[in-house]
């Protein structure tokens, strides 16, 4: 079957379901996957094969759900034909296996196995984030903690009319009724003390459209090529859809993880072209980096250093964000980057232009931690001597996951970065000598407390000598050399999360 073929049974067979009913289906099949003791509706017929499955997602993923949710959305009518229905397994079953079966159909016929790696990094961004960024308090208060600075609440209003704990409160109201329901009426009647409605209709202008709106979109946006599953859908910016049954205004929310990303690492996406808000974000972000580390690191036989400023001739300078020294022995310098893998760089196989620019500036991002050690070996740090003996390992904190794991990105990224270096005029032999590495900022979250207990050289030493280690997450690693320092780290911020919103989760 052509590529063509194989979309046209998923496009017929979404033109004979309902709405309503299938954005229902696929609501409690995303719960089912999502969170713990779930039970779908009696209903809603579901096979033993997915019940008997460990994991689930081996029989049904969230990612297909996403995709079948799109297809619904654009071409399903008011009500079902035929009597078909997602509520039968051979129905779901069939769209599912025809999207599965479309891409498989897309990767060889227009990509091939020539890229194989690369189509793993696709999937590792497509699939690792399900498993990663389950709804939770812990992304809720990192990012509550980004987001809330003087500067970036003024971005925030502007943008959406609502202040940051407006848009956190009714997020988490409606994401407690969606947790259970699958619909709410369009006007909800939640008594919250200083919440209006009107409040609610901001919340909605920036999180929800109406089906044929959001059908538009996704017209607009489908792409018959390697970039099927991959592209940008507007449904992870609207994540509630506006419906209509029988003259009641509904909302629909058919996965609830789509809106909990949105009030979370999707507000970023809101913001990120306002004037001024990368560098005052970036600032925040390298803040919020400092509290981690403060909370982590305790062992008194290190010393946490801040970001200062110096000067070389006329030249204004900063040090890195962030050291951590533990004597003469070793030092890590963090430097924060809120620079993430564009849309385009994850959807792309054919024209890998958005990636290499991608890898590019990370890579400067790394070699700019280079050229202030250079600066650091010629004593020219304020808040560290040079000692010819202390190990110095670089490494770049960033906000998301890029995955640096395998041998693709990590070799792109060392080639670009040896590019840099000689355009720089650094010592290639420095890579060897100062091996940097590149965590998110969960990872780091992780690693700050493994390093506390074992020691900066000994959890870097092992993490980017090994050539198996290197090739390794950086959360991976820790959790397989260090299980008990992971197990019995005390959770961050925890007080801050129940004092502000415990009310309301």
């Not at 091939?112 to 497509?126: D, K, P, Q, S």
């Not at 409040?199 to 792409?223: G, I, P």
């Not at 003259?247 to 009030?263: K, M, N, S, V």
Request: charged residues 25%; neutral net charge.
């Amino acid at each position: 079957m052509t590529i063509e073929e194989h979309y046209q049974t998923v496009r017929a067979t979404a033109r004979q379901l309902g709405h309503r009913d299938s954005l229902y289906v696929i609501w409690a099949y995303c719960q089912y996957l999502q969170v713990n003791d779930f039970n779908i509706p009696n209903d809603i017929q579901v096979a033993d094969l997915l019940l008997n499955a460990h994991p689930p997602q081996t029989i049904l993923a969230e990612w297909t759900l996403e995709l079948m949710a799109r297809e619904v959305i654009r071409h399903a009518d008011e009500q079902s034909r035929r009597g078909r229905t997602l509520r039968q397994w051979n129905t779901l079953a069939t769209i599912a296996n025809a999207l599965r079966d479309l891409e498989g159909e897309i990767y060889v016929q227009l990509v091939g196995g020539g890229r194989i790696h690369l189509e793993l990094m696709r999937i590792a961004h497509r699939q690792f984030v399900w498993q990663q960024h389950r709804f939770n308090w812990k992304p809720i208060i990192r990012y509550y903690k980004l987001f809330n600075r003087p500067d970036i609440l003024a971005y925030t209003q502007q943008a959406t009319g609502l202040s940051l704990e407006h848009i956190y409160l009714i997020g988490l109201c409606y994401l407690g009724s969606f947790l259970e329901h699958p619909r709410v009426a369009r006007r909800p009647d939640i008594q919250i003390p200083g919440l209006t409605q009107e409040h609610f209709d901001r919340f909605l202008a920036f999180t929800s459209l109406s089906r044929r709106q959001l059908a538009d979109r996704l017209r607009a946006e489908h792409a018959l090529d390697e970039r099927f599953a991959y592209c940008y859908s507007s449904l992870r910016e609207f994540p509630l859809v506006q419906i209509s049954h029988q003259g009641r205004d509904e909302i629909a929310c058919p996965i609830p993880t789509l809106l909990f990303w949105r009030i979370t690492t999707g507000l970023y996406y809101t913001l990120k072209d306002m004037r001024g808000f990368p560098s005052a974000f970036g600032a925040s972000f390298a803040r919020y980096v400092g509290e981690v580390i403060h909370q982590r690191i305790t062992n008194p036989q290190m010393a946490l250093l801040s970001e200062e400023e110096y000067r070389v001739g006329r030249r204004r300078k900063d040090t890195v964000d962030w050291i951590i020294q533990q004597g003469d022995e070793a030092a890590l310098f963090v430097e924060c980057k809120t620079k993430r893998l564009t849309w385009a760089s994850k959807a792309g196989l054919a024209d890998l232009s958005a990636l290499e620019q991608d890898i590019r500036k990370l890579a400067g991002a790394v070699v700019q931690v280079y050229k202030t050690i250079a600066d650091y070996r010629a004593g020219r740090y304020p808040n560290l001597a040079f000692v010819e003996t202390r190990q110095i390992y670089p490494a770049i904190v960033t906000l998301e996951d890029w995955y640096f794991f395998g041998l693709e990105m990590p070799g792109r990224l060392d080639g670009a970065v040896r590019v840099s270096m000689e355009t720089a005029g650094l010592p290639i032999a420095w890579l060897d000598e100062m091996p940097y590495v590149i965590l998110s900022v969960h990872e780091f979250e992780k690693a700050a407390g493994v390093i506390n207990a074992a020691g900066v050289h000994q959890v870097i030493a092992q993490k980017v000598q090994d050539p198996e280690f290197r090739r390794w997450g950086f959360a991976a690693y820790c959790n397989h050399h260090y299980p008990e320092v992971v197990q019995n780290l005390q959770e961050l911020f925890r007080n801050e999360y129940e004092a502000m919103f415990a009310n309301v989760s």
